[in-house]
């Protein structure tokens, strides 16, 4: 199999793929690396470091629709492409090229929150559940059949960082298991129900901005989805001047949000108790 997935989130499907005796992954396919950080370091992709451990061949395609990429990654001869998270569509003739197709694990229970921010709007929606999907890749985004799909109950509490944690928990196992059924012949696709399909969009920093006379429990969600990207983020008053001011950690009790952490801009992360002492 060829493996296609870039952040630590798909690192850690391929981890689960590595291990398994059962799977053979002859080559990874990631986004070229990027700068990182104040100072720009130019940094690989979580899956193409874990590749290179074990010794595993990696493509780093600028152009999708690239000759060489696609003759490289044909001649692997994989049977099955997995992706998870990779970060781009792929063009229809790398779906072509696997003899069982392409694979995708997406976190949600689709058709609902079809697109790149699964995880993030469930809890912004307040949810109760969401979950995870393994679905056949076609031409249109998360729209092909599904394979094999797990609910996972959304807590109160939920961050993205604590769902990312259960999904990668119950969907690794899920991946493994609904592979090898698939490849026994043991699992027939079933179309998703598209008119019931819902979707989400491409999270930018402008998203993270939040207006603290909302609505505490609305405040409150978008808080817990929106930490590390793109952060919530919302604007006060210092000395007659606005001071962009991020909201780090909050909670949310009988009706009322507290902020707890709050980092001010050009400043450190510090309470909210910190923060008005500051401003007196």
């Given at each position: 199999?060829?493996?296609?997935?870039?952040?630590?989130?798909?690192?850690?499907?391929?981890?689960?793929?590595?291990?398994?005796?059962?799977?053979?992954?002859?080559?990874?396919?990631?986004?070229?690396?990027?700068?990182?950080?104040?100072?720009?370091?130019?940094?690989?992709?979580?899956?193409?470091?874990?590749?290179?451990?074990?010794?595993?061949?990696?493509?780093?395609?600028?152009?999708?629709?690239?000759?060489?990429?696609?003759?490289?990654?044909?001649?692997?001869?994989?049977?099955?492409?997995?992706?998870?998270?990779?970060?781009?569509?792929?063009?229809?003739?790398?779906?072509?090229?696997?003899?069982?197709?392409?694979?995708?694990?997406?976190?949600?229970?689709?058709?609902?929150?079809?697109?790149?921010?699964?995880?993030?709007?469930?809890?912004?929606?307040?949810?109760?559940?969401?979950?995870?999907?393994?679905?056949?890749?076609?031409?249109?985004?998360?729209?092909?059949?599904?394979?094999?799909?797990?609910?996972?109950?959304?807590?109160?509490?939920?961050?993205?960082?604590?769902?990312?944690?259960?999904?990668?928990?119950?969907?690794?196992?899920?991946?493994?298991?609904?592979?090898?059924?698939?490849?026994?012949?043991?699992?027939?696709?079933?179309?998703?129900?598209?008119?019931?399909?819902?979707?989400?969009?491409?999270l930018t920093r402008e998203d993270g901005q939040i207006n603290l006379v909302d609505d505490p429990?609305?405040?409150?969600?978008?808080?817990?989805?929106?930490?590390?990207?793109?952060?919530?983020?919302?604007?006060?008053?210092?000395?007659?001047?606005?001071?962009?001011?991020?909201?780090?950690?909050?909670?949310?009790?009988?009706?009322?949000?507290?902020?707890?952490?709050?980092?001010?801009?050009?400043?450190?992360?510090?309470?909210?108790?910190?923060?008005?002492?500051?401003?007196?």
């Amino acid at each position: 199999m060829a493996f296609f997935g870039t952040p630590d989130f798909s690192a850690r499907f391929l981890q689960g793929l590595i291990e398994d005796p059962y799977f053979e992954v002859v080559g990874v396919i990631t986004q070229p690396d990027e700068p990182v950080g104040r100072k720009k370091i130019l940094t690989a992709p979580p899956t193409k470091i874990l590749a290179l451990e074990k010794c595993i061949q990696v493509f780093q395609p600028v152009k999708m629709k690239d000759e060489e990429f696609l003759k490289a990654v044909e001649s692997l001869k994989a049977d099955v492409f997995i992706i998870v998270a990779y970060g781009r569509i792929l063009p229809q003739a790398l779906l072509e090229l696997p003899r069982l197709g392409c694979i995708n694990v997406h976190p949600s229970l689709l058709p609902k929150w079809r697109g790149p921010s699964p995880m993030q709007s469930a809890i912004v929606a307040g949810d109760s559940e969401t979950g995870i999907s393994v679905m056949k890749i076609d031409a249109e985004m998360d729209h092909g059949p599904i394979l094999a799909q797990k609910a996972i109950a959304l807590q109160p509490s939920e961050t993205v960082e604590s769902l990312t944690n259960t999904v990668v928990h119950v969907g690794v196992p899920l991946l493994l298991e609904t592979l090898k059924t698939y490849h026994a012949g043991m699992i027939k696709p079933v179309e998703q129900d598209h008119s019931r399909a819902t979707f989400c969009k491409l999270l930018t920093r402008e998203d993270g901005q939040i207006n603290l006379v909302d609505d505490p429990k609305i405040l409150d969600q978008k808080i817990r989805a929106y930490n590390p990207w793109p952060g919530t983020w919302t604007i006060l008053e210092r000395a007659g001047k606005p001071l962009r001011v991020k909201i780090l950690k909050a909670k949310l009790e009988q009706g009322m949000l507290e902020l707890t952490q709050v980092q001010p801009e050009g400043g450190k992360p510090m309470t909210w108790a910190d923060f008005e002492r500051g401003q007196r």
